[in-house]
């Protein structure tokens, strides 16, 4: 059964003031959860209905709680819930240099859209690039629409938030650092070995001016259409063509 102040307290950690406060964040549907189960993140509670033990008995952990339809809906975040939701306590990871070291990192300027961050973080796994690193500025990780759109990607990728400026500042003349513009070098015909930083800015501004001198190299996805109809790709979209083509060069080298 779920009281009034508990509803009022799990709703509470869909702002990120609050889920800052508790150091939990909300986790629900079906495929996210069972990615968070095979994890190693700590889960404080898992709500699920009746329906959904009957359908995934595999999700009924020991401290499960069971719940009606009804408390689930006042509960969840989706438009139509899946039956299932968890509080999960954060993570605070600590960024390591030498990690970088070891392969691609993508590195988010001022991400705001949380539906691009989630996207992002599933590309990143599904190229096996284990580090991101966002600007403080950038979208919260644990906001509810990040962790949709990543389908349970956060538990299988490092990431970090960390003034990008003393980041580039310290790894200079160790890993490459290459921002992405309209303007760089033609990303089909570059060759970006690891490690590397690569840099995706801000998606109505770009990447920051006071980054720009920290930066080994611009590159860019060409346009092939000369209609005028757009001057730019959505970071997420350019997030994937980028890691993709970096990831193609090298398993050619293989």
Not at 231 to 245: F, P, Q, W
Request: contains cysteine.
């Amino acid at each position: 059964m779920l009281s009034k102040n508990k509803i009022k307290f799990i709703n509470s950690l869909k702002q990120k003031k609050y889920r800052k406060l508790h150091n939990l964040f909300i986790c629900e549907g079906i495929k996210i959860c069972k990615a968070l189960l095979n994890s190693d993140y700590q889960i404080q509670q898992l709500y699920i209905t009746e329906k959904t033990v009957d359908k995934n008995p595999d999700c009924k952990i020991p401290n499960a709680t069971i719940i009606t339809d009804q408390q689930m809906q006042k509960i969840s975040s989706l438009k139509t819930p899946q039956g299932i939701l968890a509080i999960v306590e954060m993570k605070n990871n600590i960024l390591n240099i030498k990690e970088l070291e070891k392969g691609f990192t993508i590195v988010l300027d001022n991400i705001q859209d949380p539906g691009n961050l989630g996207t992002i973080i599933r590309t990143a796994l599904w190229f096996d690039i284990k580090n991101i690193v966002c600007s403080p500025q950038s979208v919260d990780l644990y906001n509810p629409k990040v962790i949709q759109a990543s389908m349970g990607a956060i538990f299988g990728v490092n990431i970090f938030y960390t003034d990008l400026i003393k980041l580039f500042s310290e790894v200079k003349n160790k890993i490459p650092i290459y921002g992405t513009f309209a303007d760089g070098e033609n990303i089909y015909y570059s060759k970006i070995l690891p490690p590397a930083l690569i840099v995706f800015g801000n998606e109505a501004n770009g990447i920051n001016n006071n980054l720009l001198p920290l930066l080994d190299k611009k590159i860019a996805i060409p346009s092939l259409n000369n209609s005028q109809l757009t001057d730019s790709l959505n970071v997420a979209v350019s997030t994937a063509i980028i890691t993709a083509e970096i990831k193609r060069h090298n398993l050619q080298d293989k």
